[in-house]
């Protein structure tokens, strides 16, 4: 018999009083997943092929002075995953460009990776429209607007020292101007994938409609026909096949892990520690990013540590719009880190790096995990 599945018969008086969490499968996620792999790599290789990303570099190159080039980077990554709140979208539309930039110019290809990375964190922690932004709402039971404002005193100073950093660092990368775009058609498949996102529309959808576009331009200019278009395709689905396998070894692990109430033993044991509103705001924090580890997911970690962090929440006097924010922010910094996220796995896949590459330039998501633990220490509630 599991220890954890031990711990479940001993401890019924506790559960009676504290809810345990909802149950967290979410095989639809897992396939959802592998789907937006599949199709980030079809879209990336055809526009690569097409010269699409060569067109979009050299126009970003143009404008841009080089000590702007990773602030310009992280502060488009930001404002995209804003709109359309989902930070593996943005990530998968922006990967390749980064990755062009960084050849054409002095800075490294898992900086300018991890520069994309970041900036989806903070449009994924703080849109309306975000999935994490919807269940940490949900399950703590607060407005979306209420949350927003308790996220924004956390993610804006975290994203103002990043593009401090980013002058900084980047003021070593040469300035590259006068570039010519050879076609200026070619930047339309991304052009439509922004628009499409900033309208709001499903990532999925963004991705077949970029590809389509993509084909449909390489067609027109004569530039590609058929057999090289899918030949394109499939050379980029290819490249995602170690990408995949890893997901669904992980996602089997991960689905042991909860069947044998790993993660229900976790968060339900949290509450022994606790002394304090200080320790119970700890406690949240540390219990989503340790569930966040062993799922991989950061909606699935607030779903499952939701319902326990409402209670302690309830016990301790913490305001639902705080509680919900700790959980958001403390999952994105999670997820920033993990190199088996699916936000890792996605940029290192498109970049064809090494996800623990990346780790070392992710600034944002370690600016926002101490910030948020600097603020649950030194906070003060305010007395009405």
Not at 40 to 68: H, R
Not at 335 to 351: E, F, H, R, S, Y
Request: net charge neutral; charged share 10%.
């Amino acid at each position: 018999m599991s220890p954890f599945n031990v711990y479940k018969t001993e401890n019924m008086e506790e559960k009676k009083k504290t809810p345990p969490p909802r149950k967290t499968e979410d095989n639809g996620g897992i396939m959802l997943m592998l789907l937006i792999f599949i199709l980030a790599g079809a879209f990336s290789s055809i526009a690569q092929a097409m010269g699409c990303v060569d067109s979009v570099v050299n126009l970003t190159l143009s404008i841009l002075p080089g000590n702007f080039i990773l602030v310009g980077m992280f502060v488009a990554a930001c404002l995209v995953s804003l709109s359309i709140g989902t930070s593996c979208g943005t990530i998968a539309a922006l990967t390749p460009i980064a990755v062009g930039i960084a050849t054409a110019t002095s800075a490294n290809v898992p900086m300018a990776t991890a520069v994309v990375v970041g900036g989806s964190l903070f449009g994924d922690n703080l849109s309306f429209i975000s999935d994490t932004t919807i269940m940490a709402t949900k399950t703590q039971g607060c407005r979306m607007s209420d949350k927003f404002k308790a996220n924004i005193g956390i993610a804006l100073p975290a994203a103002v020292l990043t593009i401090l950093a980013y002058i900084f660092i980047g003021a070593g990368i040469e300035s590259h101007t006068g570039l010519d775009i050879d076609n200026p058609l070619n930047i339309l498949p991304y052009i439509v994938v922004f628009v499409l996102a900033l309208a709001g529309m499903n990532v999925i959808w963004v991705l077949i409609m970029g590809i389509i576009s993509a084909m449909a331009i390489g067609l027109f200019q004569g530039s590609m026909d058929m057999a090289s278009l899918w030949a394109a395709a499939h050379k980029g689905i290819l490249g995602m096949h170690d990408l995949i396998i890893v997901t669904i070894l992980a996602a089997v692990i991960i689905d042991q892990l909860r069947k044998r109430g790993a993660i229900d033993w976790l968060i339900m044991n949290m509450g022994r520690i606790i002394s304090s509103r200080r320790g119970a705001e700890l406690s949240i924090a540390g219990a989503v990013v340790a569930v966040d580890m062993l799922t991989a997911n950061n909606t699935i970690a607030i779903l499952a540590v939701g319902p326990v962090a409402r209670s302690i929440s309830y016990r301790y006097g913490i305001e639902a719009k705080r509680s919900a924010s700790i959980l958001d922010t403390m999952s994105c910094f999670a997820q920033g880190i993990i190199p088996w996220g699916a936000q890792l796995l996605i940029a290192a896949g498109l970049a064809a790096i090494n996800p623990l590459d990346i780790i070392p330039y992710l600034y944002y998501p370690y600016i926002l995990g101490v910030i948020t633990i600097m603020n649950i220490i030194f906070y003060r509630k305010k007395e009405k």
